[in-house]
Antibody
Framework: EVQLLESGGGLVQPGGSLRLSCAAS????????MAWVRQAPGKGLEWVAV????????FYADSVKGRFTISRDNSKKTLYLQMNTLRPEDTAMYYC???????????WGQGTPVTVSS | SYVLTQPPSVSVAPGNTATVTCGAN??????VHWYFQKPGQAPVLVVY???DRPSGIPERFSGSNSGNTATLTISRAEAGDEGDYYC???????????FGTGTTVTVL
């Protein structure tokens, strides 16, 4: 059974940093691209970043490029999102998701909440 | 950037058919995927590659895609189908995933 468990969310001040983790199990982690998707309170889904199975390529939404870094440790079956220079508009539930094929996110974790506020 | 437009809300009577649209320029040239989200829960993939269903998704969920509109059809709607539905594509020009604006389906 595929399981994705996010952690690391919390309350942080504007300009601060946070590192999210997503522990994966139930599938061959290194064979699949992984993504982060966020959802601000009462709003729709917004893609944040994606990384290939090998970790060799990464892509980012314009809203986070240069501030966020997606990475993975295939030996630990864990996905990460390093978030720097956080802004109030980054407040959201952050989901990690497994890509079936490159375009399709077939399994999602339950999310970890991030609040950026002073 | 590539924008996917969905109606904010759709209402359907139990047992009837609900149609959720996703509009964009030449979306028929792309593969469209649909996700369902209940309040407080994570999204679930219900249709991928325009019309295919993951295992465990009822046949009542179907999809199509042509021209400037992709469509998710929910047949014989049930109370458990209530929630938000999002379409999604991969925008290869910008190397971005793009989600639609979302549609709240109400079964009443």
């Amino acid at each position: 059974e595929v399981q994705l468990l996010e952690s690391g969310g919390g309350l942080v001040q504007p300009g601060g940093s946070l590192r999210l983790s997503c522990a994966a199990s139930g599938f061959t982690f290194s064979s699949h691209a992984m993504a982060w998707v966020r959802q601000a309170p009462g709003k729709g889904l917004e893609w944040v970043a994606v990384i290939t199975g090998s970790g060799g390529s990464t892509f980012y939404a314009d809203s986070v490029k240069g501030r966020f870094t997606i990475s993975r440790d295939n030996s630990k079956k864990t996905l990460y999102l390093q978030m720097n220079t956080l802004r109030p508009e980054d407040t959201a539930m952050y989901y990690c998701a497994k890509a079936a094929e490159w375009e399709v996110l077939d399994f999602w974790g339950q999310g970890t909440p991030v609040t950026v506020s002073s | 950037s590539y924008v996917l437009t969905q109606p904010p809300s759709v209402s359907v009577a139990p047992g009837n058919t609900a149609t959720v649209t996703c509009g964009a320029n030449d979306i028929g040239d792309k593969s469209v995927h649909w996700y369902f989200q209940k309040p407080g829960q994570a999204p679930v993939l219900v249709v991928y590659d325009d019309r295919d269903r993951p295992s465990g998704i009822p046949e009542r969920f179907s999809g199509s895609n042509s021209g400037n509109t992709a469509t998710l059809t929910i047949s014989r709607a049930e109370a458990g189908d209530e929630g938000d539905y999002y379409c999604q594509v991969w925008d290869s020009s910008n190397e971005h995933y793009v989600f639609g604006t979302g549609t709240t389906v109400t079964v009443l």
